[in-house]
C-alpha cells in the first residue's frame, strides 16, 4: 500500500532522532489526503500503527522503538540500511537533471 512507502520516507527523512508516533500518522495522512481522494484520519491512525507494532518486533525490525516512544529506522538493520541506500541513490538522481533554460520569448524589447 501506498502508506508503507510514506512511513518509510517520512522515518528516512527524520534520520536519527525519529518522530512520535502522531507525527508520522500525521505527515501520511497529509501526504495521502488529496483533493480527489480523501482519507479518513481514524483509518491512517490504524493502519500505522499497526504497520510500526509489526515491524518493531525482533532487533533485526526495520523500525526500532526508543524508550521515549519515538519510532525511528533501525541503522542496524541489514533492510533499512538498503532501504537508505536506494532513498539516497533517488535523491542524487533528482539533483542531477539539468536545470530548465528560458526560451521563451521576452514581451518586451531590452
Given at each position: 500500500?501506498?502508506?508503507?512507502?510514506?512511513?518509510?520516507?517520512?522515518?528516512?527523512?527524520?534520520?536519527?532522532?525519529?518522530?512520535?508516533?502522531a507525527?508520522?500518522?500525521?505527515?501520511?495522512?497529509?501526504?495521502?489526503?488529496?483533493?480527489?481522494?480523501?482519507?479518513?484520519?481514524?483509518?491512517?491512525?490504524?493502519?500505522?500503527?499497526?504497520?510500526?507494532?509489526?515491524?518493531?518486533?525482533?532487533?533485526?525490525?526495520?523500525?526500532?522503538?526508543?524508550?521515549?516512544?519515538?519510532?525511528?529506522?533501525?541503522?542496524?538493520?541489514?533492510?533499512?540500511?538498503?532501504l537508505?541506500?536506494?532513498?539516497?541513490?533517488?535523491?542524487?538522481?533528482q539533483?542531477?537533471?539539468?536545470?530548465?533554460?528560458?526560451?521563451?520569448?521576452?514581451?518586451?524589447?531590452?
Amino acid at each position: 500500500m501506498a502508506y508503507d512507502i510514506e512511513i518509510i520516507r517520512v522515518l528516512t527523512e527524520a534520520g536519527t532522532d525519529g518522530l512520535s508516533l502522531a507525527k508520522i500518522v500525521r505527515h501520511v495522512y497529509n501526504a495521502s489526503n488529496t483533493f480527489f481522494e480523501t482519507v479518513v484520519f481514524e483509518d491512517v491512525y490504524r493502519y500505522v500503527f499497526s504497520w510500526l507494532q509489526k515491524n518493531t518486533k525482533s532487533a533485526d525490525s526495520l523500525v526500532e522503538k526508543t524508550e521515549r516512544g519515538i519510532y525511528r529506522l533501525n541503522l542496524n538493520s541489514k533492510t533499512s540500511s538498503q532501504l537508505f541506500l536506494q532513498f539516497v541513490d533517488q535523491e542524487e538522481a533528482q539533483k542531477e537533471e539539468k536545470p530548465q533554460v528560458d526560451l521563451s520569448l521576452s514581451l518586451f524589447d531590452e
